[in-house]
């Protein structure tokens, strides 16, 4: 079973701050010791519009993907990778996050938009 990984920074841009891109990012901890530290995900619909970019920690840990798939259940958030990929620090296809419930609308939508490749 996965671990829940609680963030002490949420950050979330539903294309405020630049068109077409979609950026949501969870801050575990500031602790070199303890991974992952962070993890983002992010759509750039004008120049990569066909895949999920996927990064924790490092660049050298990023991948794009656009086999991926999401829960919310109440206030964990879990990220399911459908292809190859998994994520570095445990090799597991699952990441769960337990998130506040303020930023739920907005997590949400970041994500409804980011995990729909229907309509590209």
């Not at 992010?42 to 993907?65: H, K, M, N, S, W």
């Not at 990441?95 to 609308?105: G, L, P």
């Amino acid at each position: 079973m996965s671990i829940v990984h609680k963030p002490i920074e949420v950050y979330i841009d539903n294309e405020d701050s630049d068109d077409g891109f979609y950026n949501l990012g969870f801050v575990m901890n500031r602790d070199v010791g303890v991974l992952p530290h962070h993890v983002g995900l992010c759509r750039d619909f004008i120049e990569e519009p066909d895949y999920v970019y996927i990064e924790a920690d490092d660049q050298i840990y990023g991948f794009l993907t656009n086999q991926i798939s999401y829960e919310i259940k109440g206030t964990l958030l879990t990220i399911t990778l459908l292809d190859e990929h998994v994520f570095y620090w445990n090799k597991e296809k699952t990441f769960t996050v337990e998130f506040d419930i303020i930023n739920s609308k907005e997590i949400k939508h970041c994500l409804e938009v980011m995990c729909n490749f229907e309509s590209v």
